[in-house]
């Protein structure tokens, strides 16, 4: 098992920036990808962001790409998703998910609780 907390969510004006952090414990080492997805009100859970934990290839929903960063910290077991010039149709809730594949597709194994993203007009 593979438990992962997310953090770093809360209300921000558009244009803002807030930093997530999702800490994985427990057997990691039965994971090599790990993804940020969203999920808005009423609508599905959508790609955000992924990352491989050996060489850090990073991939991107185009609805973020050049705003957000997805990055991770080896040693601390940690992912992050440096999100900037927020907008309003970013909120939602955002959740990390680990996984043995990169996938764009909800296709992991373990998943955060999620943590809420608003973002004001």
């Known amino acids: 098992q593979v438990q992962l907390v997310e953090s770093g969510g809360g209300l921000v004006q558009a244009g803002g920036s807030l930093r997530l952090s999702c800490a994985a414990s427990?057997?990691?080492?039965?994971?090599?990808?790990m993804g940020w997805f969203r999920q808005a009100p009423g609508k599905e859970r959508e790609f955000v962001a992924a990352?491989?934990?050996?060489?850090?290839?990073?991939y991107y929903a185009d609805s973020v790409k050049g705003r957000f960063t997805i990055s991770r910290d080896t040693p601390k077991n940690t992912v992050y998703l440096q999100m900037n010039s927020l907008k309003p149709e970013d909120t939602a809730i955002y959740y990390c998910?680990?996984?043995?594949?990169?996938?764009?597709?909800?296709?992991?194994?373990?998943w955060g609780q999620g943590t809420q993203v608003t973002v004001s007009s």
């Open positions: 998910a680990a996984g043995l594949l990169l996938s764009t597709t909800p296709a992991y194994d373990y």
């Open positions: 427990g057997r990691t080492f039965s994971s090599r990808a």
């Open positions: 990352i491989t934990w050996s060489a850090g290839s990073a």
